[in-house]
C-alpha cells in the first residue's frame, strides 16, 4: 500500500517537473484558445513542438547546470588528477570514465587538461577515459534524456558511455599507445611556477561559480539549442513518417551507421541534439539508431579532432577515431535489437 | 610589465583579452600584451583550464573569465610592485 503510493507520487513528479506535463498542456491551450490555430495542423504540432520544447530545456536546463556546478564546484581538473594519480590499472580506467562525468570544464580546456594530467604522470589511457566519457555523459543530460524519454534509456546510455570510455582507455594502455603521443607533452613545466594554491570554496563562492556556469553554458549552446529544436519541429510537423522511416528505420538495416555518418562532423552539445532526437523517436525511428547519432555528434567532432591532432600523432588519432564510430554502431544495433526492453 | 593571456582561440579567452587591453588603456598603465594559443607555450606554465591570465610570468588566474573590476586589481597589484 505505501509502495504504491510511493509511486504514484514518483510518477506524478515525474510527469510534472521533468517531464512538464503542464507547460505542454498549457502551450496547446494557448495555441488552440488564443492564437487560434487548427489543433490537427502541422504547423500546430511544429509550433507547439518549438515553444514547448526551448521552455522546458531552457527551464531544465538552467536548474539542472546551476545544481550539479554546485555539486562539483569543489571538483576542479587539478583535484581529479591528484585522485587518478593514486590509483593504477583498471579501476584508474573506470575511475577517469566517473570523473569524466562530474567534472566541469568547458570543452575548449580538454587539451590542456590532456597535457596537464599526462605532465603529472597519469597513463594516457585513463587520459583518454576522462575525456572519452566528459563530453558524453553529464548530469544534467542524463536527466534531460530521462525527461524526453525514460528513466531505463537515461541509465542505459550512462551505461554504455561508461563502458566506451573504459574500454577505450584500457585498450590504449594495453596496446601501449602512449608512444604516439608527442613529445612536447612529457616534457617537465620549463617557465615560471605555476600552480596556485588551491582554497576550499564557501558557500558563497560555490553559488557564484554555479551561477556563472549555467551563464557561461547557456551562452554556449542556446543557439544549438534553438537550431536543435527547430529541426526537431520541422520533422515533428511537416516530415512524412514514411518518408524518415525509408530511411532511417529498422527497415534500412543501414540506418545507424548512416546517422553515425551524419552525426561525427556535426558540431553541437548533447543538449541540442535531444530535441532532434525526440523528434525522431516519435516518427517511428529506432532507439539505438537515434542514441548513435547522438552519441557521434557529442563525443566525435571536426574541431576537437583538429585540437587532438596538436597532441597526439595520426595512428592514435585514427584508433581514437575509429573506436569510437565502432562503438557507437554497434551500441546502436545493440539498441535497436533490445530497445523494446527499455521503453 | 608583461601580461600573457593564454588560451586556445575560444570565446571565453578572446573576451580576457579584450577586457585586459580595455583596462590599461582606461588606466592609462603600460604593459606588453601577449595573446598565446600556442599549445605547447601554454602547456609550459602547467595550466588545465583556459583562458589563463599571466602576469610578469606568474599565473594569477585560469578558467574562468574574471570581472572587469578583478581585472583591474589584479593588474594593479602587480603594476605596484
Given at each position: 500500500m505505501r509502495w504504491h503510493v510511493i509511486v504514484n507520487v514518483w510518477n506524478w513528479l515525474n510527469d510534472q517537473l521533468l517531464r512538464m506535463k503542464w507547460l505542454e498542456e498549457l502551450v496547446h491551450w494557448l495555441m488552440s484558445h488564443v492564437i487560434g490555430l487548427e489543433e490537427e495542423s502541422a504547423l500546430f504540432h511544429s509550433l507547439a513542438y518549438f515553444v514547448y520544447d526551448t521552455v522546458k530545456i531552457f527551464i531544465l536546463l538552467s536548474t539542472l547546470i546551476f545544481i550539479a556546478s554546485y555539486l562539483t564546484s569543489a571538483l576542479t581538473p587539478e583535484r581529479t588528477q591528484a585522485i587518478l594519480g593514486k590509483v593504477r590499472g583498471l579501476p584508474a580506467n573506470i575511475i577517469g570514465a566517473l570523473l569524466g562525468t562530474v567534472?566541469?570544464?568547458?570543452?575548449?580546456s580538454s587539451i590542456p587538461i590532456f597535457i596537464g594530467f599526462t605532465k603529472a604522470g597519469i597513463p594516457v589511457g585513463v587520459t583518454f577515459s576522462f575525456l572519452i566519457s566528459s563530453p558524453l555523459v553529464d548530469l544534467a543530460s542524463v536527466i534531460l534524456l530521462a525527461s524526453i524519454f525514460n528513466w531505463n534509456i537515461a541509465l542505459a546510455y550512462v551505461g554504455v558511455g561508461l563502458l566506451m570510455a573504459v574500454l577505450g582507455g584500457s585498450l590504449i594502455t594495453v596496446f601501449k599507445?602512449?608512444?604516439?603521443?608527442?613529445?612536447?607533452?612529457?616534457?617537465?613545466?620549463?617557465?615560471?611556477?605555476?600552480q596556485m594554491e588551491e582554497v576550499p570554496l564557501t558557500k558563497k563562492e560555490r553559488l557564484q561559480f554555479a551561477s556563472r556556469q549555467v551563464k557561461d553554458i547557456i551562452r554556449r549552446v542556446w543557439l544549438f539549442i534553438l537550431i536543435g529544436v527547430g529541426i526537431g519541429a520541422v520533422i515533428h510537423g511537416y516530415i512524412p513518417e514514411a518518408w524518415i522511416t525509408s530511411v532511417l528505420g529498422s527497415q534500412n538495416i543501414f540506418s545507424v551507421p548512416l546517422a553515425v555518418l551524419v552525426g561525427v562532423p556535426m558540431y553541437a552539445d548533447i543538449f541540442g541534439t535531444l530535441p532532434i532526437a525526440q523528434a525522431l523517436v516519435s516518427k517511428g525511428v529506432g532507439i539505438g539508431t537515434v542514441l548513435s547519432f547522438m552519441m557521434a555528434v557529442t563525443a566525435l567532432s571536426f574541431p576537437s579532432m583538429v585540437m587532438l591532432s596538436k597532441v597526439i600523432k595520426p595512428k592514435l588519432l585514427a584508433f581514437f577515431v575509429g573506436f569510437i564510430t565502432f562503438s557507437i554502431i554497434l551500441i546502436g544495433y545493440l539498441f535497436n535489437l533490445f530497445g523494446w526492453l527499455f521503453v | 610589465m608583461n601580461i600573457k593571456v593564454l588560451g586556445v582561440g575560444c570565446a571565453n579567452c578572446k573576451r580576457l583579452h579584450q577586457m585586459v587591453l580595455h583596462v590599461l588603456k582606461q588606466e592609462g598603465m603600460i604593459a606588453t600584451v601577449d595573446y598565446i594559443t600556442d599549445l605547447v607555450k601554454i602547456s609550459e606554465y602547467g595550466l588545465m583550464k583556459t583562458p589563463g591570465l599571466v602576469i610578469n610570468n606568474q599565473v594569477v588566474l585560469s578558467g574562468r573569465v574574471p570581472t572587469m573590476d578583478e581585472v583591474k586589481v589584479l593588474i594593479q597589484n602587480h603594476f605596484e610592485r
Open positions: 567534472t566541469p570544464f568547458c570543452s575548449c599507445m602512449e608512444r604516439y603521443v608527442e613529445g612536447f607533452v612529457f616534457a617537465n613545466p620549463t617557465t615560471a611556477a605555476v | -
